[in-house]
């Protein structure tokens, strides 16, 4: 069992930067993948990014590739996701995941097990 608990949402404008974080509790994390989804209003959850554990590999959904950069800080069990360049079409709860397995980076949301309590973004125009 893991258990995430997200912080650093908030309004910001188009343009802006923000970073999310993502605490993490429970069992090791070696053998895990994390990541975030987000969910904007009226809309399914959508793949962001995710990050193997123990290799540090990442992956992203072409929407936010070279604007957003996650990262891994295994001392202090958390994850990151830097957003830089930030669009009004970012806005959404973002969600900090994870699943026990890393061979393949799951980008649905049936493929993450553990869920955090998700974290408000608002970007304004």
């Known amino acids: 069992q893991v258990q995430l608990v997200e912080s650093g949402g908030g309004l910001v404008q188009a343009g802006d930067s923000l970073r999310l974080s993502c605490a993490a509790s429970g069992n090791t994390l070696t053998s895990y993948a994390m990541g975030w989804f987000r969910q904007a209003p009226g809309k399914e959850r959508d793949f962001v990014a995710a990050?193997?554990?123990?290799?540090?590999?990442?992956f992203y959904a072409e929407s936010v590739k070279g604007r957003f950069t996650i990262s891994r800080d295994s001392a202090k069990k958390t994850v990151t996701l830097q957003m830089d360049s930030l669009e009004p079409e970012d806005t959404a709860v973002y969600y900090c995941?994870?699943?026990?397995?890393?061979?393949?980076?799951?980008?649905?949301?049936?493929?993450?097990?553990?869920w955090g309590q998700g974290t408000q973004v608002t970007v304004s125009s």
């Open positions: 995941v994870g699943r026990r397995n890393t061979v393949v980076l799951g980008t649905t949301p049936a493929q993450y097990p553990y």
């Open positions: 990050i193997r554990w123990a290799l540090g590999t990442t």
